[in-house]
């Protein structure tokens, strides 16, 4: 037994009592518990051991071909009134669901062991960390967590009597996709995942706690839990600053997080330093300006399209000591494969199903005969990253300088904008929205909100959400990072991205971060302010200074009828939209005419 504390031994107790299972383990955390864990994952067969030369302390696992992502229509927030789940929430009455989950639950580790991980969201004892403890059936799920949070003796010591710890119960059941749920109860400090074992679902550190739990959280305490990268941008002077950038999915985050600087600014002595590639928690500190740290350990990244040239870093990350889920198996050297890794497919391989693959078979249009599964994933160490920020274990956090959201829009948004003030920058990360891309289901060139890259993961009324943000920025006054909004998607008439992306984003960091400091100058517009195209730096680039103008546009017309969009997207919120955003919409349609 690992611990004294009253509500962590009564909940155990009530939970054991519910499940029955023939043995028990504590997680400490040691590395001789983890290995036997992993062998006796490759003895079941729920694990394969991969070449210890090419890919020492790898492994592949494959989950069932009905479990192979995160499944937002069976999320729920269970809070108490249902209005305070808000619009853009799956509800149900938390008695109800606690009562579903029992039954289904009940019985189901008869014949298997329950893992107790006692886990640390952010560095263990920092003032801005969190404690969990995440009771589960699955190995697969504790090596996982081992990777993405700090677990172990350690937690538990740090927790003591107190009772501010989440309860996390997962349940692998028969991994049914009818009886799947995937429940968030804020009041409660409270998750419960049954019937899957695919890792979004079931690393309940992940988004569920992270994200979900700790917005509410961050809500009731004073705080915020964000679905941001944090970035450190070293300047040839040795100077550091940090931003954090929220982008919807399909707009480059990884690749941002992990950015090389193009070669020209490398020369000059320009660096990029990764705090966190996923989530930021953020608290003003001791000085009055924002703090964040990353919440977890490693990186739970997509692998397929994922290679030396789109992310070097990604991709160093997975070298060692990583779980591999749902790629292929190359059968020849013992290695994992997946499209986009490189030109050269396996010439013998299993795919992501455990079926052989025949490389001649595959068409890029059809899903089905790839030999990764699109949703496939790595659970890489952070410690693994070549450009991880020296301030990755900071108890206190980094000061962030700028926050940026982003989105994918093929016409409307310039390259780059800084908003006018923050509250004018809460509503610009309240318009983030996408245009969909081939690889969503449905139509191609819809606009999706996705409000500050949050919608999935707000564990509470988005509008309530809103307003905390206003909150905090009366809250920071002056010492409030300044907001900006990017576009790496702009499009030419033949559907070319105009803006090469990728390391040359630093071009666009650069200006953000001599705005931050008064060193550039801006022009004024309706949306906010843009750069002059001279002082974005062009130097060793294939673009001239009129296309770059190109990008900089505000286009009325696209932007009216943005405001007209954004005003209906918005009445989903009633009563509980802060009525700046109502201002903030007719004062931009004034300054457009």
């Not at 005969?369 to 952070?382: G, L, V």
Request: net charge negative; proline share 6%.
């Amino acid at each position: 037994m690992m611990t004294k504390n009253p509500t962590v031994l009564k909940w155990l107790s009530e939970i054991r009592e519910l499940v029955q299972p023939d043995k028990e383990m504590w997680i400490t955390g040691e590395e001789a518990q983890l290995e036997e864990l992993r062998k006796e994952a490759v003895a079941t067969g729920e694990m394969i051991k991969l070449n210890e030369e090419k890919l020492p302390g790898c492994y592949l696992h494959r989950t069932k071909p009905n479990d192979v992502a995160r499944v937002e229509d069976r999320t729920f927030i269970c809070s108490r009134k249902k209005e305070n789940a808000g619009p853009t929430n799956n509800w149900c009455d938390p008695q109800e669901m606690y009562k579903r989950l029992y039954d289904i639950a009940r019985g189901t580790y008869r014949g298997r062991t329950m893992y107790i991980i006692p886990f640390s969201m952010g560095p263990i004892g920092s003032p801005l960390a969190k404690i969990g403890i995440e009771v589960t059936d699955s190995i697969y799920v504790v090596l996982n967590m081992a990777i993405m949070t700090r677990v172990g003796t350690k937690v538990m010591e740090t927790l003591g009597d107190s009772n501010d710890w989440v309860r996390g119960f997962h349940a692998k059941c028969d991994v049914d996709p009818e009886k799947r749920y995937i429940c968030q109860f804020p009041e409660d400090n409270t998750i419960i995942s049954v019937n899957s074992a695919y890792g979004g679902n079931v690393l309940l550190g992940k988004k569920c706690f992270a994200l979900r739990i700790a917005s509410y959280q961050g809500w009731k305490e004073g705080w915020m839990a964000e679905h941001m990268l944090i970035l450190g941008i070293e300047n040839p002077k040795g100077e550091i600053k940090y931003v954090a950038a929220a982008f919807p999915s399909a707009c480059g985050k990884t690749n941002l997080a992990m950015l090389i600087p193009p070669k020209y600014l490398r020369d000059k002595g320009y660096k990029v330093w990764t705090v966190g590639d996923d989530i930021a928690w953020m608290r003003i500190g001791p000085d009055g300006r924002l703090y964040a740290i990353n919440p977890e350990n490693g990186f739970f990244g997509v692998a397929p399209g994922t290679n030396e040239h789109s992310n070097f870093n990604a991709l160093a990350s997975t070298r060692k000591n990583t779980i591999f889920t749902n790629v292929a198996l190359d059968l020849d050297t013992n290695t994992v494969w997946w499209e986009k890794l490189n030109e050269n497919p396996p010439k013998h391989a299993i795919d992501w199903r455990g079926n052989p693959w025949d490389p001649s078979k595959y068409d890029k249009n059809d899903k089905l005969s790839a030999a990764a599964h699109p949703n496939s994933r790595f659970t890489a160490p952070a410690v693994n990253c070549p450009c991880l920020s020296s301030e990755f274990n900071s108890t206190s956090g980094v000061p962030i300088s700028a926050l940026i959201f982003g989105g994918r829009r093929a016409k409307l948004a310039p390259l780059v904008y800084q908003a006018k003030d923050w509250a004018g920058g809460v509503f610009v990360g309240a318009s983030v929205s996408s245009e969909t891309t081939a690889a969503a289901a449905g139509a191609v060139g819809v606009v999706r909100h996705d409000p500050m890259a949050m919608l999935p993961f707000c564990g509470y009324h988005m509008g309530d959400y809103f307003t905390h943000w206003l909150e905090m920025g009366e809250k920071l006054g002056d010492k409030a990072p300044k907001i900006f909004h990017v576009n790496w998607f702009r499009q030419d008439e033949n559907g070319n991205f105009i803006w090469p992306g990728f390391g040359d984003n630093m071009r666009v960091l650069n200006w953000i971060l001599d705005r931050c400091e008064g060193k550039a100058d801006a022009v004024e517009t309706a949306i906010g302010y843009l750069p002059h195209p001279e002082d974005i730096d062009l130097t060793d680039l294939d673009m001239d200074r009129e296309t770059l103008a190109s990008i900089l546009t505000v286009d009325k017309d696209a932007w009216l009828a943005e405001m007209d969009g954004l005003s209906e997207y918005f009445d989903k919120f009633g009563d509980r939209l802060p009525p700046s955003f109502r201002e903030r919409i007719a004062s931009i349609r004034k300054d457009l005419q």
